[in-house]
C-alpha cells in the first residue's frame, strides 16, 4: 500500500503561483508513475502531469509552459509547481501514484485532494 498526502492548496489572484507537494509513505519502491490530476466542479477528473520511474514527463495542453511537475526520490516527495494561474485552473488537485503489485499488475493510489481557487 501507498498513502499519499497533498498540502500547499489554496486562494491566489490570476497570474499568481502556488506549489503543490505530494508526500508518499509506505511501499514506495514499487511506484512506477506518480501524477496530478484535477477534477472543477460538475467536471470529470483530468490529468494535469505526470512523471514516471523513469523521468518521463507529460503535460495536459492546457497547462504546458506554466505548470511544471518535479519529484524528489530520496524525500518521497511529488511537486506541482504551478505559474500564470488562470482562474480556470480552479478545481481539487489530487496526488496519484500508479504502484506495481505481484508480477505485472498494477494499481492507482490517491490523495485525499487539495483545493485551489484563483480569482479573476
Known amino acids: 500500500q501507498v498513502q499519499l498526502v497533498e498540502s500547499g492548496g489554496g486562494l491566489v489572484q490570476a497570474g499568481g503561483s502556488l506549489r503543490l507537494s505530494c508526500a508518499a509513505s509506505g511501499n514506495i519502491f514499487r511506484i512506477n508513475a506518480m501524477a496530478w490530476y484535477r477534477q472543477a466542479p460538475g467536471k470529470q477528473r483530468e490529468l494535469v502531469a505526470r512523471?514516471?520511474?523513469?523521468?518521463?514527463?507529460n503535460y495536459a495542453d492546457s497547462v504546458k509552459g506554466r505548470f511544471t511537475i518535479s519529484r524528489n526520490s530520496a524525500k518521497n516527495r511529488l511537486y506541482l509547481q504551478m505559474n500564470s494561474l488562470k482562474p480556470e485552473d480552479t478545481a481539487d488537485y489530487y496526488c496519484?501514484?500508479?504502484?506495481?503489485?505481484?508480477?505485472?499488475?498494477?494499481?492507482?493510489?490517491w490523495g485525499q485532494g487539495t483545493q485551489v481557487t484563483v480569482s479573476s
Open positions: 512523471i514516471t520511474s523513469s523521468g518521463s514527463i
Open positions: 496519484n501514484a500508479l504502484v506495481g503489485i505481484g508480477t505485472w499488475g498494477e494499481t492507482d493510489y
